[in-house]
């Protein structure tokens, strides 16, 4: 039972890092997407603020970066709400091995107290009675 419980100690340690390199990589994400939306509103203020460069090679250029970035956001998008998935399913995952810990440890301090209580009555019983004087 004791081997039983350590294993299952490793398990949830190793669940719960898991779990926490998904949340890193979601917090990734978050600022990657915050990041190129930034760049997105940039370009839009950019084209909108530039009365020279609304014309012509420039004007086409930043709207080829502007629709770039648009596909990447969307990409990022699609990356994030899966990442969130993984990261719900990861925890799920670490609370499941919690619990399966949480209940081999109560049976493993069970047992012990069990044994403890029989070694005890073992003594007793096994203890010659004082006689009385």
Same mark, same amino acid.
């Given at each position: ?20 390199? +998904? ?14 939306? *930034? ?8 084209? #909108? #603020?530039? #009365? ?15 629709? *770039?970035? +648009? ?5 990022? +998008?699609?990356?994030? *709400? ?15 091995? $919690?619990?399966?810990? +949480?209940?081999? $440890? ?19 019983? #096994? ?5 009385? *004087?």
């Amino acid at each position: 039972m004791k081997r039983r419980l350590e294993a299952l100690e490793r398990i949830e340690r190793l669940q719960k890092q898991m779990h926490d390199l +998904e949340v890193c990589r979601l917090a990734a994400l978050d600022r990657e997407r915050r990041e190129l939306s *930034a760049d997105h509103r940039a370009m839009l203020a950019a084209i #909108g #603020g530039a #009365g020279v460069a609304a014309f012509g090679p420039p004007a086409a250029a930043a709207m080829r970066r502007i629709r *770039a970035l +648009e596909r990447r956001i969307a990409a990022a +998008e699609a990356e994030h *709400a899966a990442q969130t998935r993984r990261a719900i399913h990861q925890g799920a995952r670490a609370k499941l091995a $919690d619990r399966a810990r +949480e209940s081999v $440890d109560a049976r493993y301090r069970d047992q012990q107290r069990r044994k403890e209580l029989a070694e005890l009555i073992e003594r007793s019983l #096994g203890a010659p009675k004082s006689s009385p *004087a």
